[in-house]
């Protein structure tokens, strides 16, 4: 069992819909949770960081961290077609500094 | 892309040979990371350095070394190419290490004929 699972989607919505992108993890050391985005032959970029559990808040796009159940989440409100990437969920903890990434979701925002 | 750069970004090379890629960095971070991204498997750790010539393997070290002799660059080597080690290279910094962000470079696409 991978440490953390993420469905690969591909996932398609049309534009202005809310995404709901999920992680699972089984470390409970990790404390650290972050989401990356990924576009085409890019390198992946930080989207979000957070620390432990609660919400986090930026511009149209919003992480949850739920450590009683290792539930990992990203929403992107009124979604865009510059949205279409990977998005990458990856955590850190227990000491030490490997960052432990998701295989990642597809995201297509449609016209 | 954090003033990280890779070189090369595309590479086809045979089985068997050897393969150095190269990560230069400008932002003088102590960390150093490389990742392979495969279909299926998302990003996994190759080495990662915490220091001029500190080093410590990840997850899929075998078939690969690392030299960092110099604080902004961080070599990859594949010692004798296999077709199992095409993939994307991605190189990441972070300042601190442990609890702190990491960076992406732009990718390295290599293919082993």
């Known amino acids: 069992q991978k440490e953390v699972e993420q469905d690969p989607g591909p996932l398609s919505v049309p534009e202005g819909a809310i995404v709901s992108l999920n992680c699972t993890y089984s470390?409970?050391?990790?404390?650290?949770f972050m989401w990356y985005r990924q576009y085409s032959r890019k390198g992946p970029e930080l989207l979000m960081y957070?620390?432990?559990?609660g919400n986090k808040e930026d511009g149209r796009f919003t992480a949850q961290v739920d450590k009683s159940s290792k539930y990992i989440s990203l929403f992107i409100r009124d979604s865009q077609p510059s949205d279409s990437a990977t998005y990458l969920c990856?955590?850190?903890?227990?000491?030490?500094?490997?960052?432990?990434f998701g295989t990642g979701t597809q995201l297509k925002v449609e016209l | 892309d954090a003033g990280i750069t890779q070189s090369p970004r595309h590479k086809v090379t045979e089985t068997g040979t050897p393969v150095t890629l190269r990560c230069h960095q400008t932002?003088?971070?102590?960390?150093m990371y490389w990742y392979r991204q495969d279909p299926g498997h998302g990003l996994r750790l190759i080495h990662y350095?915490?220091?001029?010539?500190?080093?410590d393997k990840g997850e899929v070290s075998d078939g690969y070394s690392v030299s960092r002799s110099k604080t902004e660059d961080f070599l990859l080597t594949l010692e004798s190419a296999t077709s199992s080690q095409t993939s994307v290279y991605f190189c990441?910094?972070?300042?601190?290490?442990?609890?702190?962000?990491?960076?992406f470079g732009p990718g390295t696409r290599l293919t082993v004929l």
């Open positions: 990441a910094i972070s300042e601190q290490g442990n609890t702190d962000t990491q960076y």
């Open positions: 470390n409970s050391a990790f404390q650290y």
């Open positions: 957070t620390y432990s559990s």
């Open positions: 990856a955590s850190l903890g227990g000491g030490g500094n490997k960052l432990t």
């Open positions: 932002e003088n971070h102590r960390y």
């Open positions: 350095s915490y220091g001029v010539k500190d080093t």
